[in-house]
């Protein structure tokens, strides 16, 4: 089997779907648009969007996995919660995943 390699590019990070300046809903997230969902039915569980230019390049540093290894993503969700900064992002072969704002370091 031959998969072509995905790679993360300046120029495709207009096209990549984002949930910018607001909170993910239900519907973003069953659409594939949202990384994650957070419902706001408690307080536990209330976030607000984070604004700080969605998307972007960062490394993700998670030493505890990749070891020393970091690992380029770009970031297209985040949102405060009581517990931190919630991130979501894309990987170079566009996996998603979740970390939080510690884990991160910003590139561009």
């Known amino acids: 089997m031959n998969k072509k390699k995905v790679e993360l590019d300046i120029k495709n990070l207009k096209g990549i779907a984002t949930i910018k ?10 659409r594939g648009l949202a990384v994650f969902y957070l419902p706001q039915d408690t307080p536990e569980n209330k976030s607000t969007p984070v604004k700080f230019g969605i998307p972007f390049f960062a490394y993700l540093n998670k030493r505890r996995i990749f070891g020393k290894k970091k690992i380029l993503i770009i970031v297209i969700q985040a949102e405060k919660t009581i517990n931190g900064v919630v991130i979501g992002y894309l990987d170079k072969k566009h996996n998603k995943g979740i970390c939080s704002l510690e884990e991160i370091e910003r590139i561009s």
């Not at 300046?21 to 069953?30: Q, S, Y």
């Open 21 to 30: 300046n607001r909170i993910a809903t239900k519907e973003d997230f069953e």
